[in-house]
């Protein structure tokens, strides 16, 4: 089964700092994982997904990236936070039958 | 991926079964349907999966019409925990492509 670890559980940033949410997976080599972000009572978003180390796409242009340093880590970046940027992100992988598996999530409020 | 239509919400009482429809008109051959549930403040979860006619698990049933454009996702005597969101993506397997709709939000009454 996939295991799916984020941090932080929670961030406070204020508009302008930077942001830094990690995710790693336990389990099948070369998964192919996702963020997602949902904001307050709305869907999920599809922000990036990334078939292997280094392959990022993106899907929405703003003002996060993410990268993959290694087979099991997912990582979402930005330099200067936006009050849009507040909501829930999660990160997630597929499994067989392309089923998707998603971690606790980081609640992320900019301030 | 194929995209989807669903109702933005619905209510229904405890006990009932509840059926949750998707519309997904321009599926593909070899695209499958898949159905997720999430509660606040949690990612979703797999429900069930399918591909033509009916599938059943331990929790739900889906009914999926041999045009195939469409699926309705069905709850047996819903319970208060069963109040979530409800997703239905479709797409192929190997699609890397994962995006969700917005979703049905299901209320349960007690």
């Known amino acids: 089964s996939q295991t799916i670890h984020q941090w932080p559980a929670t961030l406070v940033q204020p508009v302008g700092s930077p942001l830094s949410l990690e995710c790693t997976v336990e389990?099948?080599?070369?998964?192919?994982l996702y963020w997602y972000r949902q904001a307050a009572g709305r869907g999920l978003q599809l922000l990036f997904y990334?078939?292997?180390?280094?392959?990022i796409s993106s899907e929405v242009p703003q003002n996060l990236s993410a990268s993959r340093p290694q087979d099991r880590q997912f990582i979402l970046s930005s330099k200067k936070l936006l009050l849009s940027d507040s909501g829930f992100y999660l990160c997630?992988?597929?499994?067989?039958?392309?089923?998707?598996?998603f971690g606790e999530g980081s609640w992320l409020t900019v301030v | 991926l194929a995209k989807t239509t669903q109702p933005i919400s619905m209510d229904s009482y405890e006990g009932q079964e509840v059926n949750i429809t998707c519309s997904h008109n321009?599926?593909?051959?070899?695209?499958?349907i898949t159905w997720y549930q999430q509660f606040p403040s949690q990612g979703p979860r797999f429900i069930i999966q399918?591909?033509?006619t009916k599938v059943t698990n331990e929790v739900a049933s889906l009914f999926i019409p041999a045009d195939r454009k469409s699926s309705t996702l069905s709850l047996p005597r819903v319970s208060l925990s069963d109040t979530a969101v409800y997703y239905c993506?479709?797409?192929?397997?190997?699609?890397?492509?994962?995006?969700f709709g917005k979703g049905n939000q299901v209320v349960v009454i007690p």
């Open positions: 993506l479709v797409g192929r397997y190997g699609n890397n492509r994962l995006a």
């Open positions: 997630a992988e597929t499994g067989p039958g392309n089923t998707i598996y």
């Open positions: 389990g099948t080599s070369n998964p192919n």
């Open positions: 990334s078939v292997g180390i280094g392959q």
């Open positions: 321009n599926i593909a051959t070899n695209d499958y």
């Open positions: 399918g591909y033509k």
